[in-house]
Structure formats: structure tokens, C-alpha cells
Nanobody, 112 residues
Framework: QVQLVESGGGLVQAAGSLRLSCAASGRTFSSFTVRWFRQAPGKEREFVASISRSGGSVSYADSVKGRFTISRNNANNTASLQMNSLKPEDTAVYYC?????WGQGTQVTVSS
């Protein structure tokens, strides 16, 4: 069973940057598309970005396109989300997802 642990969240000023990481246990990481979701207080969880098993195909929500970059390293079972030009509306708990498996989330807070 794959387990996921996110890290890298924190408090940052608007226009700043953060890099989130998702570390996966287990040997089947490369078999899964990796997705990042986020959930702001009082709102539903929403899709942020995804990357295919090989890393050759990526997709982004319109709200983060051009600012966020998703990547993965199958050799060490990790995925990352580089977030630049952060806005207060990016404030949320960010979750890494593989199929039905979720991490515990990492808080990102962007101050204006």
C-alpha cells in the first residue's frame, strides 16, 4: 500500500514562492498519475495539477496555469509542486493524490 507525505507548506507573502513535495512509500509510485488538490476553508477540494506516470504529460487548473509547475522523480518516489507568484487566494491545504490514496496535506498561507 502506497503512503504519501506532503511537506514544504508555510506562510509566504503575496508574489512569493513555495515548493511542495510529496514523498511516496512503496514500489508502485511510477504506476500512478500524481495529482495535487487544494482545499480552502469553507470550500470544496479542487484540482490543481496532474502529471502522468512518465512525467510526459501535465495538466493545470486555469487558476494556477503559468504560475505553478508540477514535476516528479520516479527514481526516488517523489513529486513536487513549484508555486510562484503566489496570491492570497492560493491559501489552502494542499494534498498529494495517487488514485484513491491521499496524503495528510500541507498548509499554504499567502499573506497580502
Amino acid at each position: 500500500q502506497v503512503q504519501l507525505v506532503e511537506s514544504g507548506g508555510g506562510l509566504v507573502q503575496a508574489a512569493g514562492s513555495l515548493r511542495l513535495s510529496c514523498a511516496a512509500s512503496g514500489r508502485t509510485f511510477s504506476s500512478f498519475t500524481v495529482r495535487w488538490f487544494r482545499q480552502a476553508p469553507g470550500k470544496e477540494r479542487e484540482f490543481v495539477a496532474s502529471i502522468s506516470r512518465s512525467g510526459g504529460s501535465v495538466s493545470y487548473a486555469d487558476s494556477v496555469k503559468g504560475r505553478f509547475t508540477i514535476s516528479r522523480n520516479n527514481a526516488n518516489n517523489t513529486a513536487s509542486l513549484q508555486m510562484n507568484s503566489l496570491k492570497p487566494e492560493d491559501t489552502a491545504v494542499y494534498y498529494c493524490n495517487l488514485a484513491a490514496i491521499w496524503g495528510q496535506g500541507t498548509q499554504v498561507t499567502v499573506s497580502s
